[in-house]
């Protein structure tokens, strides 16, 4: 938020600035005492929203097609059973010394669609085949911080829509979604669950009961017992309050007004995301509509008006059209 208002209190100075030498704001310009018109700032000119340095690379060879080795690597992973992937995820990682991140951030320069390719396999592997979702979650933020600098219409136009790299922006919000709901963590697990002591947003029971304690009176939380509730476990303060989470997975109307969630986090209207995370990884989360006192559907209005090509001709008042 402070990010925020320093950002629109310098697009305000820049404005008042250009004012100074006697502008007049006329139609969404500025008219200078000369009679000259000069543009007035919006926010097309923040610099959140303009093109990223390898956005030119994306758009102009997202097959990374200059570059032999993954171009290479592009191919045989579209050859490869999807099954099979993770292999071959693994085995170039190792040869290409992928563990260092700084290794991953030079690369990503060159083929940031074969980076995001490679870590979204090891996250969807870790988390479906290993059971580990601490080690998912390692994989998928590193992952994270790649594809959250592309708009989902971008990167499913760089992707090819699941063509050109098998993996789509649906796809990613999906894994990020199972891992959250995997990652509520505390209780006193059992024999079928490893117990995660701290949820994704690093909370345990004991943080928990605070929360959970709000209510008049005061008074400690009831202990959650073997049938659970909602998504607490075993041993766990039991939550004042469940909420059921629409799954854009089960709903496809979800997908268009939910989708994007590592690009749409980073901007004013980044909340959005984060309280559609709190809740999926929520002891308060429950997956049987019938017993939930309340009822969160995700939307991110970041990625409906904004899109891949910084809104051009698109005023933020209303709601841009695809233009990918």
Known sequence: ??????????????????????????????????????????????????????????????????????????????????????????????????????????????????????QYFFAEFLLLEVGSVEAATHSFRLMDSQTGALHPDLFDKAAGNGQTWPVTAAQVDSIRRKILRSSVGGGTGGADRRRRFKSAFGLHDGDWEQVWNWRPGGGSPKIVGKGGFGAAQNGAPQPSFRVYVYEPDEIPALQQLARGAAFCKHNQWGMEVALHDWFLACPCRTDNPDEADFFFVPHYTACLINHADTYPGCDTKQLCGPTT
């Open 1 to 118: 938020f402070v990010v925020l208002v320093v950002r629109h209190a310098a697009l305000e100075a820049a404005v008042e600035e250009s004012s100074t030498h006697g502008g007049t704001a006329v139609s969404g310009k500025q008219k200078d005492r000369d009679g000259s018109q000069v543009q007035r700032l919006s926010l097309q000119d923040d610099p959140v929203f303009q093109p990223k340095k390898y956005q030119k690379n994306v758009e102009e060879d997202p097959q990374c097609s200059r570059d032999p080795s993954w171009s290479q690597f592009r191919e045989s992973l579209m050859a490869t059973p999807p099954q099979q992937r993770i292999d071959l995820a693994y085995e170039k990682t190792m040869e290409w010394g992928l563990e260092n991140a700084t290794l991953v951030d030079e690369q990503a320069r060159i083929c940031i669609m074969g980076i995001i390719a490679l």
